[in-house]
């Protein structure tokens, strides 16, 4: 007798918003990663996560090309990482391999308890910043959890757990509103649809408000300021404008110039301006190591910057990439989930992630470090030089305690929301 196949589905939503507020106290001094009681939590995931995000942003960038980019790696890699958990065989060794990890160097239990780390560590109440990620699983009435993968994922990933009737035509109206309570009405109607033969909904989800150290002055804001997409098309923009000592240095390997921009709280934003014609050496060439390189590069110094006051949205499926990157199995007929349940078969047919970014008039002051392989222009000009992001940018945002990617993405154009 043949058992039948259900379908799992994992579904990724965030909202990641920067509010203009008034100018504030002056920003504490340490280094670009300062120390943290939290240094170490999560060392593994956070390490796995950031190599995860530059791999699937180039997938993306391929799949997506002229088009904004924007992603949180460590919501994708986590929500994968959970579904490992009752994964089996080939369908798990994929998983894992995928998020960067080397099983025969690093035990499963080792990779599970990184994550428990991480999510512990982002989900812990900040006064000064507001970020929080959860899971949860909407499973369908009668079926039956595997006791182990229920009681791995609340005790590892703090997941929440409901029971859902998929036959009812609301549980997709429950789903979304859940996720749009989660995200403050910011990421709405992230299901669509639910097939009949779904059993199960996994659902992640990241909340990430940060307000700048040095505000911008919204009096300074250019209300209309062009923005060079391409050779052939040009878009006016509101452009914020702010003269401060920032972290700042130019990469003339993958010639670049690259500013950080630090949040209250222990959070901060990486931003990659390329060279003319360089974007894509510049995409090619994103790994952990030069992430790395440049925070620790970077030097202090007055400069102008002029970054653009936008809002990005980018949604994708991500079962027609996560296959090319190794993921194969378990969108498939091959898919072993029987850590889940053993009533039937299960497969992964859907796995959708659905990002929203604001950026307002609010600044930070960088902080200083010192290395050789990046340099500071000091002697271009008499006076300070300007960095204008006025053509396709990268941003990255990142928490400093676990030296996590919380997101990344291309600007491609501000005005494409």
């Not at 369908?140 to 703090?158: I, P, T, V, W």
């Not at 670049?256 to 014609?277: H, I, N, R, T």
Request: glycine residues 6%; proline residues 6%.
């Amino acid at each position: 007798m043949a058992f039948p196949f259900y379908h799992l589905l994992l579904f990724v939503g965030l909202w990641a918003p920067i509010y203009c507020e008034p100018p504030c106290s002056t920003p504490s001094r340490g280094s670009p990663y300062p120390p943290s009681t939290k240094s170490s939590h999560g060392s593994r995931a956070s390490s796995s996560s950031n190599d995860f995000a530059f791999r699937l942003y180039r997938r993306l960038v391929l799949q997506h090309p002229s088009q904004n980019i924007f992603f949180s790696p460590v919501s994708i890699s986590t929500s994968l990482a959970m579904l490992s958990l009752g994964a089996h065989s080939a369908t798990k060794a994929q998983i894992l391999r995928t998020l960067g990890f080397n099983l025969t160097a690093t035990p499963e239990s080792a990779i599970h308890h990184g994550f428990q780390q991480l999510v512990h560590t982002l989900r812990v109440p900040n006064k000064e910043l507001d970020l929080r990620m959860g899971s949860s699983l909407f499973v369908r009435k009668g079926l039956q959890l595997q006791a182990s993968f229920l009681d791995r994922a609340k005790r590892l990933y703090e997941s929440k757990v409901f029971s859902v009737d998929f036959s009812n035509t609301f549980t997709v109206q429950r789903i979304n509103s859940y996720v749009e309570k989660e995200t403050k009405g910011k990421v709405m109607n992230l299901i669509q649809d639910l097939d009949p033969l779904t059993v199960m909904v996994l659902v992640n989800h990241i909340f990430f408000k940060g307000k700048w150290m040095k505000p911008f002055n919204p009096a300074d804001t250019h209300k209309s300021y062009p923005f060079r997409v391409n050779k052939q098309t040009t878009v006016h923009i509101p452009m914020m404008q702010q003269m401060e000592k920032f972290a700042f240095g130019v990469d003339p390997k993958l010639n670049c110039s690259v500013l950080q921009m630090d949040y209250k709280g222990e959070a901060m934003a990486l931003f990659v301006l390329p060279g003319e014609g360089k974007m894509r050496q510049l995409e090619q060439e994103l790994s952990t190591r030069t992430l790395r390189r440049w925070i620790r590069s970077l030097q202090k110094r007055q400069i102008e910057v002029f970054i653009p006051k936008f809002s990005i949205s980018a949604s994708y499926d991500l079962e027609t990439v996560l296959p090319k990157m190794g993921i194969c199995d378990a969108f498939g007929k091959n898919a072993d989930f029987s850590g889940i349940t053993k009533t039937g078969f299960l497969q992964v047919s859907k796995a959708t992630h659905k990002a929203v970014l604001d950026i307002g008039e609010e600044g930070t002051e960088a902080v200083a470090a010192t290395a050789t392989k990046l340099i500071v222009r000091s002697k271009d000009k008499p006076f300070s030089p300007a960095l204008h992001f006025d053509k396709p940018f990268l941003m990255m945002l990142l928490d400093k305690g676990t030296k996590s990617t919380l997101f990344i993405g291309k600007v491609e154009n501000p005005t494409k929301a």
